[in-house]
């Protein structure tokens, strides 16, 4: 089957102005404004979609949408955010987690999102199939995921910031980590599951971990993944503890490599940056959360200009409080114009990082762009809504009057959403499931 997606209102990709052409699961041509591809089996007529590649969320923690504006939580910087949800993610359960699943890519799903990165560091007892539950639902949902075998073990008692309820120890955690590498890292192109090795925090894992999990990464041909540099507080917990900055900490553990992306890094200094620039390591900007939880601001142009590739991340359910990524990518715009002023940060720039800049932070040269070979991984929008009506560009439209939910996407080919309404889900049922267990937690508080 040739599906021609035909003339398009827009599109993020200059030469394909007549539309794209789709066939097993892969763009196969560019039809030039005005023309007409080679041959094709059927057409979808796209003359009020703004089209764009699916949006990469490069940073999450599904989970946490159990524990949305948790009163416990909120109004709180992130170490006593973490102190007051700790001892309430210590009651996920199997259930729990797969609902959070369901749901947070659903969501992600409606507002354009075809890959994402789930964070999950949580392990009480009980969970220990955790990834397997994560995967069950990507593959139904027919989403692309990088699963992160996320990791604490540096409890309390032994000077971390976690309790003994949501640690584990490092050789359960290596492992595991063995494990779902054997079972879920697909390096293939167009894969639809791989793994990443994503020890927590400098405050909740040990030296010894993250330096086990970066040769174990290395041996396996996975990329690893960390929070770092998001707050002063960790800053201040490193000297303390390690006697020296987040970033040598980094190069410590051995993992100032190509293979790293870091979720925030807010507090790089000049010299830093171009260290983690050479090293070719990736960012995950997170505004959401960053404003939330009164973080900071990551310098992303500085850091692009230092040669480190700048992704986009909604953050985890409890510090954003969605998963939507179109918003996200307004959100980075809004903040980094604070910052860089008008004309140095434009739609271009935030639809970048949100796709070819997330799909690189993941290691992936098969998505994030709308070019011959590339997967077929698709969002497209209307400007039905009177929110955009009156609007003169349609691309910079999507981001200044601020798109949240999609008309269509589009993964490997196949439509999931149509319509606006995700194929094959009951969002209603969904809601109300998701519902009833995220109250148990709101009762733990
Ligand atoms: N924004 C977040 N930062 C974190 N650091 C850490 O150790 N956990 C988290 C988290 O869940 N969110």
Same mark, same amino acid.
């Given at each position: 089957?040739?599906?021609?997606?035909?003339?398009?209102?827009?599109?993020?990709?200059?030469?394909?102005?007549?539309?794209?052409?789709?066939?097993?699961?892969?763009?196969?041509?560019?039809?030039?404004?005005?023309?007409?591809?080679?041959?094709?089996?059927?057409? #979808?007529?796209?003359?009020?979609?703004?089209?764009?590649?699916?949006?990469?969320?490069?940073?999450?923690? &599904?989970?946490?949408?159990?524990?949305?504006?948790?009163?416990?939580?909120?109004?709180?910087?992130?170490?006593?955010?973490?102190?007051?949800?700790?001892?309430?993610?210590?009651?996920?359960?199997?259930?729990?987690?797969?609902?959070?699943?369901?749901?947070?890519?659903?969501?992600?799903?409606? !507002?354009?999102?075809?890959?994402?990165?789930?964070?999950?560091?949580?392990?009480?007892?009980?969970?220990?199939?955790?990834?397997?539950?994560?995967?069950?639902?990507?593959?139904?949902?027919?989403?692309?995921?990088?699963?992160?075998?996320?990791?604490?073990?540096?409890?309390?008692?032994?000077?971390?910031?976690?309790?003994? !309820?949501?640690?584990?120890?490092?050789?359960?955690?290596?492992?595991?980590?063995?494990?779902?590498?054997?079972?879920?890292?697909?390096?293939?192109?167009?894969?639809?599951?791989?793994?990443?090795?994503?020890?927590?925090?400098?405050?909740?894992?040990?030296?010894?971990?993250?330096?086990?999990? =970066?040769?174990?990464?290395?041996?396996?041909?996975?990329?690893?993944?960390?929070?770092?540099?998001?707050?002063?507080?960790?800053?201040?917990?490193?000297?303390?503890? &390690?006697?020296?900055?987040?970033?040598?900490?980094?190069?410590?553990?051995?993992?100032?490599?190509?293979?790293?992306?870091?979720?925030?890094?807010?507090? #790089?200094?000049?010299?830093?940056?171009?260290?983690?620039?050479?090293?070719?390591?990736?960012?995950?900007?997170?505004?959401?959360?960053?404003?939330?939880?009164?973080?900071?601001?990551?310098?992303?142009?500085?850091?692009?200009?230092?040669?480190?590739?700048?992704?986009?991340?909604?953050?985890?359910?409890? !510090?954003?409080?969605?998963?939507?990524?179109?918003?996200?990518?307004?959100? =980075?715009?809004?903040?980094?114009?604070?910052?860089?002023?008008? =004309?140095?940060?434009?739609?271009?720039?935030?639809?970048?990082?949100?796709?070819?800049?997330?799909?690189?932070?993941?290691?992936?040269?098969?998505?994030?762009?709308? =070019?011959?070979?590339?997967?077929?991984?698709?969002?497209? &929008?209307?400007?039905?809504?009177?929110? #955009?009506?009156?609007?003169?560009?349609?691309?910079?439209?999507?981001?200044?009057?601020?798109?949240?939910?999609?008309?269509?996407?589009?993964?490997?080919?196949?439509?999931?959403?149509?319509?606006?309404?995700?194929?094959?889900?009951?969002?209603?049922?969904?809601?109300?499931?998701?519902?009833?267990?995220?109250?148990?937690?709101?009762?733990?508080?």
């Amino acid at each position: 089957m040739r599906l021609w997606i035909r003339d398009p209102l827009a599109i993020m990709a200059q030469s394909a102005r007549g539309g794209i052409v789709v066939e097993d699961g892969r763009i196969t041509e560019l039809v030039p404004s005005g023309g007409r591809p080679e041959n094709h089996d059927g057409i #979808f007529d796209a003359s009020r979609h703004v089209v764009l590649p699916g949006l990469i969320n490069t940073h999450h923690h &599904f989970y946490q949408t159990l524990t949305r504006a948790n009163p416990a939580a909120i109004n709180k910087e992130l170490f006593p955010w973490l102190k007051a949800l700790y001892p309430i993610w210590a009651g996920l359960t199997p259930e729990a987690l797969r609902l959070a699943t369901r749901l947070a890519l659903t969501e992600l799903m409606m !507002s354009g999102c075809t890959t994402a990165s789930d964070h999950q560091y949580v392990f009480p007892r009980g969970l220990e199939h955790a990834l397997d539950i994560q995967a069950e639902e990507a593959l139904a949902l027919g989403m692309r995921m990088t699963l992160n075998r996320g990791s604490m073990n540096l409890s309390i008692k032994d000077g971390g910031l976690p309790p003994d !309820s949501v640690v584990q120890d490092a050789d359960t955690i290596l492992a595991d980590c063995e494990r779902v590498i054997a079972r879920y890292h697909d390096q293939s192109e167009g894969a639809m599951l791989q793994v990443a090795l994503a020890p927590c925090s400098p405050f909740s894992v040990t030296k010894e971990l993250m330096a086990g999990t =970066a040769e174990l990464a290395k041996r396996c041909g996975c990329r690893l993944h960390t929070h770092l540099s998001e707050t002063n507080d960790e800053d201040a917990f490193c000297r303390a503890t &390690f006697g020296c900055r987040p970033v040598d900490y980094l190069e410590d553990v051995g993992w100032l490599s190509d293979n790293v992306w870091l979720a925030h890094g807010i507090h #790089f200094d000049d010299g830093e940056m171009q260290r983690l620039g050479n090293a070719g390591v990736g960012v995950a900007h997170c505004p959401a959360s960053n404003m939330l939880l009164a973080s900071g601001q990551c310098r992303t142009l500085e850091l692009e200009a230092a040669g480190v590739t700048v992704g986009l991340g909604v953050d985890g359910s409890a !510090s954003n409080d969605n998963s939507n990524m179109m918003e996200g990518v307004r959100q =980075a715009l809004l903040l980094n114009r604070l910052r860089y002023g008008a =004309a140095a940060v434009t739609h271009h720039d935030v639809l970048r990082w949100a796709t070819e800049g997330s799909a690189s932070c993941l290691g992936r040269s098969d998505i994030g762009r709308i =070019a011959i070979g590339m997967q077929a991984d698709l969002a497209l &929008f209307t400007l039905d809504e009177l929110r #955009f009506s009156g609007a003169g560009d349609p691309l910079a439209a999507l981001v200044l009057c601020g798109a949240h939910r999609a008309d269509r996407v589009m993964i490997k080919g196949r439509w999931t959403v149509e319509d606006g309404i995700p194929v094959g889900i009951d969002v209603a049922k969904l809601r109300h499931e998701h519902g009833a267990i995220a109250k148990l937690f709101a009762e733990a508080a």
